[in-house]
């Protein structure tokens, strides 16, 4: 099995920052794409943004110049700095990965996982 668990959320004033980090642990042959997305009350869950393995990033629109995302292969770790804090940005937020766990690695088979996310609220 593989665990996503994330951390540092919490109330920030706007205009604030704040870092999130998501640490994988679990049976991984490989730790590829992995992201974050975040979900408000009475919103469908959105994408934020995403690192490849080898540090390639993209952002949604939204948080574009920023937020940045960043990755620690070595510790399967990667984070979420969050400057720049408006209220909208108030949600929870989930990290996902996509891994290729031990028993399928012949396969090369990747499978979805989601942490249990954490909440930031962006007080105005």
């Known amino acids: 099995q593989v665990q996503l668990v994330e951390s540092g959320g919490g109330l920030v004033q706007a205009g604030g920052s704040r870092r999130l980090s998501c640490e994988a642990s679990?049976?991984?042959?490989?730790?590829?794409?992995m992201g974050w997305y975040r979900q408000a009350p009475g919103n469908e869950r959105e994408w934020v943004a995403s690192?490849?393995?080898?540090?390639?990033?993209h952002y949604a629109d939204s948080v574009k110049g920023r937020f940045t995302i960043s990755r620690d292969n070595t510790i399967m770790t990667i984070y979420l700095q969050m400057n720049g804090l408006k209220p909208e940005d108030t949600a929870v937020y989930y990290c996902?990965?996509?891994?290729?766990?031990?028993?399928?690695?012949?396969?090369?088979?990747?499978?979805?996982?989601w942490g249990q996310g954490t909440q930031v609220t962006v007080a105005s």
């Open positions: 690192i490849t393995s080898d540090g390639m990033a």
């Open positions: 996902t990965a996509a891994v290729v766990t031990t028993s399928n690695r012949y396969s090369g088979l990747e499978d979805p996982y």
């Open positions: 679990g049976s991984m042959f490989s730790l590829n794409l």
